[in-house]
């Protein structure tokens, strides 16, 4: 469920927000005179993201890798003489 409250609700129901997050793996969306200002959400949730993040970069640097090396590989160049284009 989508939980989008004002940061006011922070200070007045901490309790609630704070079972929301912890106990319920909620996400809370903050916000300050009615634009995001913050982001809740239980410890467990943000180092799946983070994980999800690292594995991402990984992929991205093993592939940038790959292209590397192929860019790079010894490759015999093969001189193609142009042919002179006849008139009819």
Same mark, same amino acid.
């Given at each position: 469920m989508l939980h989008i409250l004002p940061n006011t609700d922070l200070?007045?129901?901490?309790?609630?927000?704070?079972?929301?997050v912890?106990?319920?793996? #909620?996400?809370?969306?903050?916000?300050?005179?009615g634009y995001g200002s913050m982001v809740m959400m239980n410890f467990e949730t943000y180092e799946k993201i983070l994980q999800?993040?690292?594995?991402? #970069?990984?992929?991205?640097?093993?592939?940038?890798n790959k292209m590397n090396t192929v860019n790079t590989m010894n490759t015999k160049k093969i001189n193609i003489p142009q042919t002179e284009m006849m008139d009819d």
């Open positions: 200070k007045e129901d901490f309790e609630k927000i704070e079972n929301l912890e106990r319920q793996g #909620e996400t809370i969306y903050l916000t300050k005179n999800k993040q690292e594995q991402k #970069e990984e992929t991205l640097i093993k592939t940038k």
